[in-house]
């Protein structure tokens, strides 16, 4: 395993070449500052539009205006300041700016807050005429037309008014779990494969599983989550405050559960959500005999749930410098044309990508930015298969927003979350097939296919059984109880042995893993990456079957930001997530693959 690491470097012993380009949005400290203080000043000005959003068509759409060069000029100051604490989340210059930044959204927030409510009190036919009065606003309509479908869960201005003024208070959960997951919590030291001593860290835990020395995985399992067995109670405290934060919000906005306003807010139907957990209960067949074959592959009499993300193939080591993970990446998203990869190629040579771990550097992987920025991308590459999927995954979310706000205004440059994996997922899969159609080895081969199935099963499944456990633990907490750690760990534990099945020792240890899992503060985040990958799956397909017809169709759903709502673009890239195909259709591949396995092992 090509992933030793004795000392980690220093965040200024990274060569240049392979940090992210911070400096296009702010060369230094000072011209920040500038941004803050325009921010401050537009922000308080913004005031004289209150109780008179409604008068007129030219003070509706100036006050829109207005609002939007606010949220895009804050959102560089914060992205940036955020950006930047990644680094390196010891600086503490660092943590004061993002400290800042966040304290000036909120104002932003606050000083805004009586926009949408006064829109509200416009009636409908008026508004009709607006459009007309001022041509500008027909920018707005589809905007308008999403708050006005919200109308019921809009606040008065005084009560959005007070709401605004908490999120520096309510965003406090998920700051303190960040800290502590990322700057203070410190793991044991376990020795590697060749008898030293290595660290375990957030960047090399999942590398350190992949270990083929069953005893390196075993000591990084336990030593990993016996440490976050010690702080659970605070990881409980810290999870359970950010869901009261999200009830709370709910019963204020008079939705009948968190998870319906948070499904709302896209447009999303619940029964979507639960759709994906019915056809993940209905498949868990697939993945026990897929649990049976690695069992099997590597030869051991129980398999554990520290033996489920090493390759099942051990005479096969892909050992892939960053140099050649891009290679690979630009040839396997070649289906794409020439449009898409001279984007990527462009984001490679543009410091896009802040490639290596060094100290205090965020664990894991995310793309970044706002709509006047780079799509920057976080990595801590590894020189695993692994790290080169990493590399298409967030490429697929950067191009994604590349393409968005190249293509559309302020107000529909972004994207919702619904859709926000599946650019991401098209890439891996056509990785993925890339190197299936070129692999000449048997034992690659086997590898590969076994890399597709492990993409099935943390995806679809193991997102899934973190989607089910996120409705669980609301409703739990929604019906009046006290979220503890003992239940969260309880609950979790059971689950895992729902999803792998009779042929996996569920060990002790797993029960805790809740707690390392960050996507719990984001509101029914990962059900997402689930959706995500089944739409992926059905458009990767159409672009390997059906070429330029396909492309085209998937690079206006790039282009198409938030123009309409996420259901609605997909179907126009052609998917239809209300439906239950896309899943199931998704899950027979799984299917396929596992019998496919089976024959070779």
């Known amino acids: 395993m090509e992933n030793k690491k004795v000392d980690l470097k220093e965040r200024k012993d990274i060569p240049v070449e392979y940090t992210w380009d911070l400096e296009s949005m702010y060369k230094d400290?000072?011209?920040?500052?500038?941004?803050?203080?325009?921010?401050?000043?537009k922000s308080e000005e913004y005031s004289k539009y209150k109780e008179k959003v409604g008068q007129s068509a030219d003070i509706l759409l100036q006050a829109l205006k207005d609002r939007d060069d606010l949220y895009r000029t804050v959102s560089n100051v914060y992205s940036y300041a955020n950006m930047k604490l990644d680094q390196d989340t010891r600086v503490g210059e660092s943590q004061a700016l993002l400290d800042k930044a966040l304290s000036?959204?909120?104002?932003?927030?606050?000083?805004?807050?009586?926009?949408?409510?006064?829109?509200?009190?416009?009636?409908?036919e008026e508004l009709d005429k607006y459009y007309a009065e001022a041509s500008g606003l027909k920018l707005y309509k589809q905007h308008l037309e999403d708050i006005l479908r919200q109308r019921e869960h809009v606040l008065s201005t005084k009560e959005e008014n007070l709401l605004a003024q908490m999120g520096e208070v309510t965003s406090a959960p998920e700051q303190i779990y960040s800290m502590l997951n990322s700057a203070d919590i410190k793991f044991p030291i376990i020795k590697d494969e060749d008898g030293k001593d290595i660290e375990i860290t957030q960047g090399n835990f999942v590398p350190l599983m992949e270990s083929k020395d069953r005893n390196v995985r075993k000591a990084a399992f336990?030593?990993?989550?016996?440490?976050?067995?010690?702080?659970?109670?605070?990881?409980?405290?810290?999870?359970?405050?950010n869901m009261k934060k999200n009830i709370f919000s709910a019963k204020v906005r008079k939705y009948n559960s968190s998870i319906e306003a948070s499904l709302e807010q896209n447009n999303i139907p619940v029964s979507v959500y639960d759709n994906l957990i019915k056809s993940v209960h209905n498949n868990m067949d697939s993945m026990y005999r897929y649990m049976d074959i690695r069992k099997r592959a590597l030869g051991v009499e129980e398999l554990h749930m520290y033996d489920l993300y090493t390759p099942i193939v051990k005479y096969v080591d892909f050992n892939?410098?960053?140099?050649?993970?891009?290679?690979?990446?630009?040839?396997?998203?070649?289906?794409?044309?020439?449009?898409?990869?001279?984007?990527?190629?462009?984001?490679?040579?543009?410091?896009?990508?802040?490639?290596?771990?060094?100290?205090?550097?965020?664990?894991?992987?995310?793309?970044?930015?706002?709509y006047d920025s780079k799509p920057f991308i976080l990595l801590n590459y590894q020189n695993t298969l692994d790290s080169v999927f990493t590399i298409a995954h967030e490429m697929g979310?950067?191009?994604?927003?590349?393409?968005?706000?190249?293509?559309?205004?302020?107000?529909?440059?972004?994207?919702?979350?619904?859709?926000?994996?599946?650019?991401?997922t098209v890439n891996e899969t056509l990785l993925l097939d890339y190197m299936l159609k070129n692999v000449k080895d048997e034992g690659e081969r086997l590898y590969l296919l076994n890399h597709y199935l492990e993409q099935f099963r943390t995806t679809v499944y193991r997102q899934t059984m973190f989607a089910e456990f996120e409705k669980m633990i609301y409703e739990y907490a929604e019906a009046g109880n006290a979220i503890t750690a003992d239940y969260l760990s309880n609950t979790y534990k059971k689950l895992n042995e729902k999803y792998y099945g009779p042929n996996v020792v569920i060990d002790d240890e797993i029960a805790i893993e809740w707690a390392r899992i960050p996507h719990f503060y984001y509101n029914y985040y990962v059900f997402q990456y689930a959706t995500g990958y089944s739409a992926a799956v059905s458009l990767s397909q159409q672009i390997l079957a059906e070429k330029d017809i396909a492309v085209e169709r998937y690079l206006n759903f790039l282009k198409s930001g938030s123009s309409d709502y996420p259901i609605n673009v997909l179907k126009m890239a052609g998917v239809d997530m209300t439906t239950e195909e896309p899943v199931n259709n998704a899950l027979k591949l799984f299917g396929k693959l596992v019998d496919e396995m089976d024959q070779l092992v």
């Open 320 to 370: 892939i410098p960053y140099e050649q993970g891009k290679d690979l990446v630009i040839k396997g998203l070649s289906p794409l044309k020439e449009e898409y990869i001279d984007v990527l190629k462009k984001g490679f040579d543009s410091r896009w990508v802040d490639v290596y771990e060094n100290k205090g550097k965020r664990s894991g992987a995310y793309s970044s930015g706002t």
């Open 397 to 424: 979310h950067s191009l994604h927003s590349y393409f968005s706000k190249g293509n559309q205004p302020y107000i529909y440059g972004g994207y919702s979350i619904f859709v926000a994996e599946v650019a991401s």
């Open 29 to 41: 400290k000072e011209t920040w500052e500038r941004d803050i203080y325009k921010v401050q000043k």
């Open 104 to 124: 000036i959204y909120v104002k932003v927030q606050e000083s805004t807050s009586f926009l949408v409510p006064e829109i509200l009190q416009i009636d409908p």
């Open 222 to 241: 336990e030593g990993l989550y016996h440490t976050y067995e010690n702080f659970k109670n605070t990881y409980a405290q810290t999870l359970s405050g």
